[in-house]
């Protein structure tokens, strides 16, 4: 299967939306919305920490009007989202305000201001943190045809509390004057001894890597993962890296020779210097498919406007929206047929893994644990 198939995107425009950051958020508070009926007991009984799997849909709360605004708490780049929400603003009649910081501090936020918050919409990267958003009770379960059918469900939470809006490749980078393609197959291969001293790798602190090492023990079982882990460390050429960027410079001045990384950031390198003397490998391409994880967005359990948080998840996953969502930050489309960039065209197709990426949260505390045991900082 390839995650890619062409078709032409059409080319937004701009307007006006209300845009705050942290500190102009004191004049957002609920005396700026319209009283509503959801109360504090109903978003108890409807949040997954009341268990009973009843799922309600926003877009039948009758007191939300169409011009309410949407607040968004965003762990992503202010500037590459703008644009997009001004022209969900022109279509919609609907303003957003949003809400920037890293996903810890923002879900922290979230649980902090209960039934006060002004979230509608947690908006974050990583299966693993929407995965920890809904497990701390702050996310509600929608039903939308619409995310149906413009996300796959191995996307998607299965409860419907959270969907992924992009996709981002986890997959190998090499240095293709020390390394010939035909060496390199999948991320277990990186553990055998053949790699001793070559390998660079990120902490395994990131979310990203307990993601991908969750996706490992669904495949594997823990016994063969954590093995192949101690391989990975025993492999390495210098410490882990704090972030993916370091780790790929560290490719090209030679440090090491291969590493893992997140597709965007080489394209981010590689729209500043094509010359950049890294490469891109599609891991497990005779296997289980590369690592695929999302970008994504739930609707906040105690928000005031469900209807209008799950309108603009709808409409971020539609045609329209998700071409320029995806390629904003060099991601890919999470909707099939979507067009991407030139650039991630040049970096060819690839199968994808086609775990469901819940797995990923399911299996955190376990993939933590694991690198720790087989001593990966
Ligand atoms: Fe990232």
Redesign the pocket.
């Known amino acids: 299967m390839s995650i890619i198939s062409p078709v032409t995107t059409a080319k937004l425009g701009l307007s006006a939306a209300i845009l705050v950051t942290m500190s102009g958020l004191t004049g957002c508070n609920k005396a700026d919305t319209p009283a509503k009926e959801v109360t504090t007991e109903e978003v108890a009984t409807q949040s997954p920490a009341a268990a009973n799997g009843e799922t309600i849909t926003p877009a039948s709360t009758p007191e939300a009007t169409d011009s309410q605004k949407v607040t968004i708490y965003s762990s992503r780049n202010e500037q590459l989202i703008k644009p997009l929400l001004d022209q969900f603003t022109t279509e919609t009649g609907i303003p957003v305000e949003l809400v920037t910081d890293k996903p810890g501090p923002l879900m922290a936020r979230i649980e902090a201001e209960g039934a006060n918050t002004p979230a509608d919409m947690l908006l974050t990267?990583?299966a693993g943190n929407l995965w920890q958003a809904a497990q701390k009770g702050l996310l509600q379960p929608v039903t939308s045809e619409v995310l149906d059918t413009n996300v796959p469900a191995k996307y998607r939470d299965p409860a419907g509390l959270w969907s992924g809006l992009s996709l981002?490749a986890r997959t190998i980078f090499y240095d293709p004057s020390k390394v010939e393609k035909t060496a390199l197959s999948s991320y277990e291969d990186l553990a055998d001894p053949k790699w001793k001293g070559k390998l660079c790798l990120r902490t395994s602190k990131k979310v990203?890597n307990q993601s991908l090492v969750a996706s490992m023990i669904e495949h594997h079982g823990a016994e063969k993962t954590e093995e192949i882990i101690r391989g990975w460390v025993a492999n390495l050429a210098t410490d882990v890296f704090s972030?993916?960027t370091s780790l790929l410079e560290a490719i090209a001045s030679g440090q090491c020779e291969v590493g893992i990384a997140?597709s965007?950031?080489y394209g981010r390198i590689m729209e500043e210097k094509p010359d950049f003397p890294v490469k891109l490998f599609w891991a497990n391409q005779g296997s289980t498919g590369t690592h695929v994880n999302i970008s994504g967005a739930g609707v906040v359990a105690n928000s005031d406007n469900p209807s209008g948080a799950l309108k603009l998840m709808e409409w971020l996953s539609s045609d329209k929206a998700q071409g320029l969502y995806a390629s904003a930050d060099k991601e890919y489309p999470v909707k099939q047929g979507i067009d991407e960039s030139e650039l991630l065209r040049s970096w060819g197709d690839f199968k994808a893994d086609d775990i469901n990426v819940q797995k990923f949260g399911e299996l955190q505390t376990q993939a933590i644990q694991l690198m720790d045991k087989a001593g990966y900082k």
Do not use: F, G, I, S
Request: proline share 0%; glycine share 0%.
């Open positions: 990267v990583d981002r990203y972030d993916d997140n965007y950031y």
